[in-house]
């Protein structure tokens, strides 16, 4: 009987390790070289307009640097959290059907009529027959 407890209490091992972000210095790796690629490139076009400098704006990814290392210090997920929040805030295309608020609908197919036209347009430059279809004047119910 102490064994089949001792089992059931050893359960399985979990892989937690693959579920997490890989870290440079506290810092996830893709933002990280993200921030430091775009400053990278930003200096490279820079120079030569700017001459020396345009090795300044090497400077800048160092506030966002911290920034991100003192967000992720808990939390290695913290910037992707962040990541959506912001999404989901530039995302307010509904917000005037909802009184302002943001919402996430279920389904966006069909909500919009350039969802249709885009749809019609597709499928028509995919046949042989080369025929012109209109996708202006398209009946939709959501106007």
């Given at each position: 009987m102490r064994e089949v407890e001792n089992d059931?209490?050893?359960?399985?091992?979990?892989?937690?390790?693959l579920g997490r972000a890989a870290l440079v210095l506290?810092?996830?790796v893709v933002p990280l070289?993200?921030?430091?690629?775009?400053?990278?490139?930003?200096t490279m076009?820079?120079?030569?307009?700017?001459?020396?400098?345009?090795?300044?704006l090497m400077l800048i990814?160092?506030?966002?640097?911290?920034?991100?290392?003192?967000?992720s210090r808990n939390d290695d997920q913290a910037l992707k959290i962040i990541g959506y929040e912001l999404r989901c805030w530039f995302?307010?295309?509904?917000?005037a059907l909802f009184n302002g608020t943001t919402t996430l609908l279920a389904t966006h197919f069909g909500r919009n009529l350039n969802d249709y036209q885009r749809f019609v347009e597709q499928h028509t430059e995919k046949t042989d027959l080369r025929r012109y279809v209109p996708a202006q004047d398209i009946p939709t119910y959501h106007r």
């Open positions: 059931e209490k050893r359960g399985f091992p979990t892989f937690n390790a506290g810092i996830p070289a993200l921030v430091a690629g775009g400053s990278l490139a930003g076009l820079l120079l030569t307009i700017l001459k020396g400098k345009a090795l300044l990814p160092i506030p966002v640097v911290i920034f991100m290392k003192t967000v995302y307010r295309r509904n917000a």
